[in-house]
């Protein structure tokens, strides 16, 4: 069993920064793909970055390359989102989730366990 939590949220102007955290507990070692997804009020949860702990292969959403940077820490079970330029379309509740392996590039079906998320909010 895996449990993540979020932290770091908030709200920002656009052109500010923050940067999320996820730290898991439980069976962390068996989950060798770390993720963060997004979801806005009537819009269906979508990848943002994700990274294969075994190697550090990266793989970003179009929408944040450049500007997004995912890290991970394994020595202490923590992932994290290093978000800069942001913009008000990056608003959204941001999830991190754990899967036992990367099999594709950002598909929530290869993550097993899930975040209760934390919401960013950027405004003009």
């Known amino acids: 069993q895996v449990q993540l939590v979020e932290s770091g949220g908030g709200s920002v102007q656009a052109g500010g920064s923050l940067r999320l955290s996820c730290v898991g507990t439980?069976?962390?070692?068996?989950?060798?793909?770390l993720g963060w997804f997004r979801q806005s009020p009537g819009k269906e949860r979508e990848g943002v970055a994700r990274?294969?702990?075994?190697?550090?292969?990266?793989v970003y959403a179009d929408s944040v390359k450049g500007r997004f940077t995912i890290a991970q820490d394994n020595a202490n079970n923590t992932v994290y989102l290093y978000m800069e330029n942001l913009k008000p379309e990056d608003t959204a509740m941001y999830y991190c989730?754990?899967?036992?392996?990367?099999?594709?590039?950002?598909?929530?079906?290869?993550?097993?366990?899930w975040g209760q998320g934390t919401q960013v909010t950027v405004s003009l």
């Open positions: 989730a754990a899967g036992d392996y990367c099999y594709h590039q950002l598909l929530a079906s290869d993550f097993g366990n």
């Open positions: 439980g069976s962390m070692s068996s989950n060798k793909c």
């Open positions: 990274v294969n702990t075994d190697g550090g292969r990266t």
